[in-house]
Nanobody
Framework: QVQFVESGGGLVQPGGSLRLSCVAS????????MGWYRQAPGKQRELVAN???????NYVDSVKGRFTISRDNSKNTAYLQMNSLKPEDTALYYC???????WGQGTQVTVSS
């Protein structure tokens, strides 16, 4: 079963940037459609960005133009570059397959002045 280790979160001021990384265990990473999800306190987990095995990307409207998802299949790694961060981006961020499988620990992103 594929497992994920997310990193790169932290505390950042509004307007700042962070780059999240997700390393996946197992083989055939390049075959999978991957997604970055987030869950804010008191809210359901949502898919914010996804990338197909062929590199096509899609974003939820709230992050379009600010977030960029990418992948490096040689490193079994997916990335989420987050720019122009807003307080409403504060959440625990996870990566996973689409559809999702076992969840990792996630990485906390807090946007606050």
């Amino acid at each position: 079963q594929v497992q994920f280790v997310e990193s790169g979160g932290g505390l950042v001021q509004p307007g700042g940037s962070l780059r999240l990384s997700c390393v996946a265990s197992g083989s055939f990473f390049w075959l999978y459609n991957m997604g970055w999800y987030r869950q804010a306190p008191g809210k359901q987990r949502e898919l914010v960005a996804n990338i197909t095995s062929g590199g096509m990307t899609n974003y939820v409207d709230s992050v379009k133009g600010r977030f960029t998802i990418s992948r490096d299949n040689s490193k079994n790694t997916a990335y989420l570059q987050m720019n122009s961060l807003k307080p409403e981006d504060t959440a625990l961020y996870y990566c996973n397959l689409i559809p999702s499988t076992k969840w990792g620990q996630g990485t906390q992103v807090t946007v606050s002045s």
